[in-house]
């Protein structure tokens, strides 16, 4: 066949045929002719139809070995279509001396040569691993992109040395070693675990959020281990990475809880409140501990979730009797904004054991429509408890509304001094220029203890009103006047 010129032009012709028998019998006899045939076979890779293009790399394939040095020679065509189609072939021949100019390849101007070589690299496979992970610090975007597909296309097999090339790499490399370890999976948890113990916190940090990408069990237990890390963002790390697994990391975090660290029981809380609803029924059966720091945390981090099937059992909580369990379940219920919740939130407002500085029940309940809650804080103004006068003076002033100026401008006379402190600055909070009158009078008669804070507070509502911040009759006053009627 070689030297009759005439009989390979009628095999090339007859690939082409709409016959298959005629097409395999050519085929076959190429595949005779051996390297002899290889450069009419490549010349023909230029072809524009892509089911020809199959059928002489198929033929090339099978030619095999000895078609490979042509192949090579032949690769800086001025063809796009043959220069795929030659990184197609030596990748599906399983050419090791290939991989460097196929990653070369990668940055060809034409995508479609691009993805063969990225495609011909995955099929060389554990050969091509090194010089792909090398590739990966190329200063071309399209061959860190190819190298980090092929790797990923070769997976396991590329694992471990994926993983030993971490800590030598720079942090973008390290970001695709990383990027592509989760692709593959397969394999990658046990060496990521490893870096778990490395002492660049970097990589630490790194390794955990793989590891909760990955998903995979076993990474549990070294995880938490994590959440006493000495570095803040490698714990942070370790967090989000065991909020992935939810329930199943439950387990583990129900020993750190019974540790009594402050800063892991934190860290065991911001992971249940990253998990989200499918940590409510673990939070729930943690409100009956006997520890009192684990019933007002869970408590905190259910209100965290908000999760309403949760509502019940923050009620009940509201009866602990610790009283910052019940201070959490009243911030709790104030963010499910539940009415249901809001005559319990009224009974804790009320509740003369909760000493002033538990006072998260009067913030809970601004988050409710102040035209149910209003009448009955004021109300509470009243009461007999100084602790109780003091909350209710608190969420009037919260609410910053000037319905509450009246009933607050009657409290300044109040015979325990940190309410009537708190009723002054709760003035100042809500701002009415129409309080300004009754805390001057104050000041003149019977200031005592309160003075400086008076005179803070008449300040305070003058400079808001004079800035246009302030509300109600102020904003009447404001138009009246003609002062800082557009806010300035």
Not at 59 to 88: C, H, M, N, Q, Y
Not at 374 to 397: F, K
Not at 402 to 423: H, Y
Request: negative net charge; proline residues 6%; glycine residues 8%.
């Amino acid at each position: 066949m070689t030297e009759n010129k005439t009989a390979d032009i009628k095999l090339f012709e007859a690939l082409r045929s709409t016959d298959r028998e005629t097409r395999d019998s050519a085929a076959a006899a190429l595949v005779e002719a051996g390297k002899a045939a290889v450069p009419g076979l490549i010349e023909a890779l230029g072809d524009v139809g892509r089911d020809f293009r199959d059928l002489i790399i198929w033929v090339l394939v099978e030619i095999g070995k000895p078609a490979v040095k042509e192949l090579l020679a032949r690769f800086d065509t001025d063809s796009p279509i043959r220069r795929a189609g030659i990184a197609e072939t030596l990748g599906t021949i399983g050419t090791p001396q290939a991989a460097d100019l196929l990653i070369a390849a990668m940055k060809d101007e034409e995508s479609e040569v691009r993805e063969s070589a990225s495609w011909a690299l995955v099929r060389i496979g554990q050969s091509a691993i090194a010089p792909l992970i090398a590739a990966l610090s190329d200063p071309s975007r399209f061959v860190r992109k190819g190298a980090a597909w092929a790797l990923a296309g070769i997976g396991e097999p590329s694992v471990k040395q994926l993983a030993a090339a971490i800590p030598e790499s720079d942090d973008e490399v390290r970001r695709l070693l990383i990027d592509t370890l989760v692709q593959i999976r397969e394999g990658a948890t046990v060496p990521l675990v490893k870096h778990l113990l490395h002492e660049d916190p970097s990589i630490r940090l790194l390794a955990a959020g793989a590891l909760g990408r990955i998903n995979e069990p076993e990474a549990i237990e070294p995880l938490a281990a994590l959440l006493q890390d000495g570095d803040r963002g490698v714990r942070r790390a370790a967090i989000e990475a065991l909020a992935q697994f939810d329930r199943n990391a439950f387990e583990a975090l129900e020993r750190d809880l019974g540790r009594k660290d402050e800063e892991l029981r934190d860290a065991v809380m911001m992971t249940l409140g990253l998990m989200g609803r499918a940590a409510t029924s673990f939070l729930i059966e943690k409100l009956d501990s006997p520890d009192a720091d684990i019933r007002r945390r869970m408590a905190r981090t259910l209100g965290i979730i908000r999760d309403g099937s949760a509502l019940p059992r923050l009620i009940d909580a509201l009866t602990d009797p610790d009283v910052t369990v019940r201070d959490s379940a009243a911030w709790a219920l104030g963010e499910l904004q539940d009415p249901r919740a809001l005559n319990p939130l009224i009974s804790a407002l009320n509740d003369p054991s909760m000493p002033p500085q538990y006072s998260l029940s009067a913030w809970a309940l601004v988050k409710y429509n102040p035209e149910n809650v209003m009448p009955r804080v004021i109300e509470s103004l009243r009461d007999e408890s100084p602790w109780v006068r003091w909350r209710s003076a608190l969420a009037l002033g919260l609410f910053r509304d000037p319905r509450g100026v009246g009933p607050l401008t009657e409290t300044l006379g109040d015979p325990n001094m940190e309410v009537r402190r708190r009723v002054i600055a709760s003035l100042g909070e809500i701002g009415e220029r129409s309080a300004i009158e009754p805390l001057k009078q104050m000041l003149i008669e019977d200031a005592n203890d309160d003075w400086i804070l008076l005179k803070q507070t008449i300040a305070k509502i003058q400079d808001r009103r004079l800035s246009g911040r302030s509300q109600g009759a102020d904003a009447d006053y404001r138009i009246e006047t003609g002062n800082g009627g557009n806010g300035n």
